[in-house]
């Protein structure tokens, strides 16, 4: 297709042409290489990682039917001509969602679990991302650094290696559940706060501390009003995320519908499981459309 | 004063208080608003620090065992089975890379149906949208569990589970990449005479793949830090580690897998970050 073009081209005009045809061919050829060798390391990379996961074709291949008949049993068999039957129907929804009452309230738990880990980690980063800003901590570069790394080891760590750990510390039960993802949410939260801190007008700090203020004076007064409405709504986001991690963090005994769902998909109660991950994802979705719309109404309040 | 004015005035006030009572400072019914709130708040912490069973005495006691974990935990040791802590992680950045992969490999022709200037029919688009949405609000471990019983226990259950958990979310993010893309060069090679598949070979493609593999370099950052956990749920990777080693309670070990994984981790984010700059430099 292009050597055609290029062939016309040749033939119309005149003497420098061989030249850009040969750097045309040239940088062609470069980039050619260049692609089959980036090509090459990728493929490589692909048949390493093929080889350390033991992921191969066969085994894929074999795989493949297993999964199709898992999520088949897993759905629910539902009669059209009996949906609104009662639960002792089967194939009426009803008997799909017969413990539908301990799920909801277990759901609830969860939705109230992640609102307190939310409101923990909203307090704590608050706490930390004014030491963490480079710009309310002049001349104490140390501190402020020091204070950054705290932050991100605490949200590296994912919140079910937390919830392991202080299910020892804490015991079985919601509390470590809560500490767990508090303590996730503190380290993301904190970063989040900062930025929005330091991304704040500093005027009305000179202004407060010109007129005699402290630095708390300054804090509450110059940058806290500034940055509030933008912290409400990342802390809505995290509260969003948080209900998403509560849903598993009885996986490990931490409390929640996690350890119900962990029960019913080890022992192979497949309608229950679906049962369950549906009322996970309209809680999520519901806590989603709400947040958004606070979200957006305290973002328009600012504008 | 005559007592009408007097009428005046207070009709004046009472009417700019009614049309600014902002200006007037708080209301009554404004002030017991937000008196009630807050106890309505305190009322909601008292009553779920008695439901979870939330004590000074209980957070006391836990704190003494974190303390306790924490010293135990100084210094950290690989322990005996290095080669297995080794292994394990080597399977989780295997696992993240497999599992981006495939799901990007799906994505494209996904984010193609789902972009409005490719599909035309609205209500196809907003169905596919809404089981994305849905898809997104389960868990990676969900995910990861439900695989483990289908396929067994293993690397091929974390891989799945990557692959399904992201592949909703990087199709939705291929598809504004492609509703993005400049029309001009579409129109231009069509109108040099270019059968449609050309039009998208030089067209179109040449724009949006830089922007689809730096989306799938964050998500393989992302995936490695996820993978690391899979594995508590048996589905391959470190996270079988971590798990025993709590168990058994070798906190100076656990310490150890832990340092290495945030090690791992900032490696991949300084190596993908290095990739990206080079794709998108060599965009522009």
């Known amino acids: ?303 | 004063m005559t007592p009408g004015l007097a009428a005046i005035d207070r009709e004046a006030v009472e009417a700019a208080r009614r049309r600014l009572p902002a200006a007037f400072g708080a209301t009554p019914a404004r002030r017991a608003l937000r008196a009630g709130l807050w106890l309505a708040f305190l009322a909601w912490l008292g009553a779920l620090a008695v439901w979870f069973e939330i004590t000074p005495q209980r957070l006391w006691n836990g704190i003494g065992g974190v303390a306790t974990i924490l010293r135990l935990m100084v210094p950290p040791s690989p322990g005996e089975h290095l080669d297995d802590i080794l292994k394990g992680l080597g399977e989780s950045v295997a696992m993240a890379f497999l599992g981006t992969v495939l799901a990007a490999a799906a994505a494209v022709p996904l984010g193609f149906l789902g972009a409005r200037n490719i599909a035309a029919s609205l209500a196809f688009r907003f169905s596919l949208r809404r089981v994305f949405d849905g898809f997104r609000g389960i868990d990676q471990l969900i995910w990861a569990l439900a695989y483990v019983r289908a396929v067994g226990l293993g690397p091929l259950a974390g891989v799945l589970a990557i692959f399904t958990a992201d592949i909703a979310v990087l199709a939705k993010l291929y598809a504004e990449a492609i509703e993005n893309a400049e029309q001009r060069q579409k129109e231009g090679v069509k109108a040099a005479g270019a059968p449609r598949v050309l039009v998208m070979r030089f067209g179109l493609l040449p724009q949006v793949l830089p922007v689809l593999l730096a989306q799938a370099l964050y998500f393989f950052e992302s995936n490695t830090r996820s993978a690391a956990i899979l594995g508590i749920v048996g589905a391959g990777g470190i996270g079988l580690q971590i798990a025993e080693r709590i168990r058994i309670r070798a906190w100076d070990e656990v310490a150890f897998i832990l340092i290495l994984i945030l090690v791992t981790v900032a490696a991949i984010d300084w190596l993908s970050a290095r990739i990206r700059l080079r794709l998108i430099g060599g965009a522009a």
């Open chain 1, 1 to 303: 297709m292009r050597g055609e073009g290029n062939g016309v081209t040749t033939a119309a005009l005149a003497a420098p042409v061989p030249r850009l045809l040969a750097a045309w061919a040239e940088q062609r050829r470069a980039r050619r290489l260049a692609t089959l060798l980036y090509g090459a390391i990728f493929l490589a990379c692909l048949a390493a990682a093929g080889w350390m996961s033991e992921v191969d074709p066969a085994t894929v291949a074999s795989g493949i039917p297993r999964i199709g008949e898992y999520f088949w049993l897993i759905l629910p068999t539902l009669r059209w001509e009996v949906l609104l039957a009662g639960p002792k129907v089967e194939g009426s929804l009803a008997f799909w969602m017969y413990r539908l009452d301990a799920w909801a309230w277990l759901m609830f738990e969860t939705s109230q679990m992640a609102a307190l880990a939310t409101l923990l980690g909203s307090i704590a980063g608050f706490v930390f991302c004014f030491p963490a800003s480079r710009n309310l901590m002049p001349g104490m570069r140390v501190t402020s650094t020091v204070v950054r790394r705290f932050l991100e080891l605490f949200r590296t760590v994912p919140d079910i290696v937390y919830a392991l750990i202080l299910v020892w510390a804490f015991g079985v039960g919601p509390l470590a559940g809560i500490l767990a993802i508090a303590l996730h949410s503190t380290g993301a939260l904190g970063k989040l706060f900062a930025e929005a801190v330091e991304n704040a007008d500093m005027r009305p700090v000179d202004a407060l501390l010109a007129s005699g203020g402290t630095w708390l004076h300054a804090v509450r007064f110059a940058i806290v009003p500034q940055v509030l409405p933008n912290m409400l709504s990342y802390a809505l986001l995290r509260f969003e995320i948080n209900l998403r991690g509560a849903s598993v963090i009885g996986f490990v005994g931490a409390g929640g519908i996690g350890q119900e769902l962990y029960t019913v998909i080890s022992f192979n109660y497949y309608e229950e499981v679906s049962a369950i991950v549906l009322l996970i994802i309209l809680a999520v979705s519901a806590i989603d459309l709400i947040s958004e719309t606070i979200r957006f109404r305290i973002i328009g309040a600012r504008a």
